[in-house]
Every structure is written in structure tokens, then in C-alpha cells.
């Protein structure tokens, strides 16, 4: 992950995994555009990530392995919370390291989602409760 990237996405995490969220109830989203000029997005919140769109039929977690995003991730706990083929995939992470989520989500918009090395992540976050 080129360094800015990791950067922006840390950043853009902060408070997601820090005091101002006491109520988990924030929500941040990475926007980017993909090597094919699509838009492409992630979603994290404390305990979860959404892609958005989730261009397969796969089901997520498998596509993440055989697309290699896991690859660096072998320790990393998922979850399999939601999907629909073609539409939105959501992966929980709670217990996983902040950095290990930004690092996830990097890999997902890289290999997962069609964005070229470097892609420009845009974040914005808000609160759902």
C-alpha cells in the first residue's frame, strides 16, 4: 500500500476506532474510482466494513481470499455478516486491529474492487445514531 493511501485511510479510521465514538454509532466512508472509472465505496464502522458495490456472485469472504486481499491478513478475524450477489457486501471485524482494517480495506479497494495503485481514497464520516 503506497503510503499515502495507508495515510488517508488511517486517518480517515481514527475516530472510528477511538473515544469519539463511544456509541459505535459512527460511520466512515471511503469513496474512491476505480481502474474502469466506476465509483467505488467502503463503509467501516466499529465492528464491520461494507463494499459497495460487491461486483460478484461469490460469496465475500471467499472472494477476498481468492482475489489474494487476505493475503498479508492471515491472522485477521471475519465474519460473514450480509451480502447480496452483485449489490453490497458486509464483513465483521470487530477484535481486529484498526491498522488491520485500514490495511483490509485498502487491499479490498486495490483487489477486490478494481483500483488502480494509485487510487485517491476521499473520506467523510458521520454519525447513525
Known sequence: MPQRQLEVITA????IYGAPN???????????????????????MADSISISPYPYAEEPL????LNGALETLEDM???LVDWDA????????????????????????TKVLGCD?????????EDLG
Open 77 to 79: 478475524d471475519l465474519e
Open 86 to 109: 452483485n449489490a453490497f457486501a458486509t464483513v465483521g471485524t470487530a477484535g481486529n486491529e484498526p491498522a488491520d482494517v485500514a490495511r483490509l480495506v485498502d487491499e479490498t479497494f
Open 22 to 44: 463511544e456509541s459505535g454509532m459512527l460511520c466512515c466512508t471511503l469513496e474512491a474510482v476505480n481502474a474502469g472509472g466506476s465509483d467505488v465505496s467502503i463503509q467501516v
Open 12 to 15: 480517515a479510521l481514527a475516530d
Open 62 to 65: 471467499t472472494r477476498l481470499e
Open 117 to 125: 495503485a494509485s487510487y485517491a481514497p476521499r473520506a467523510s464520516t
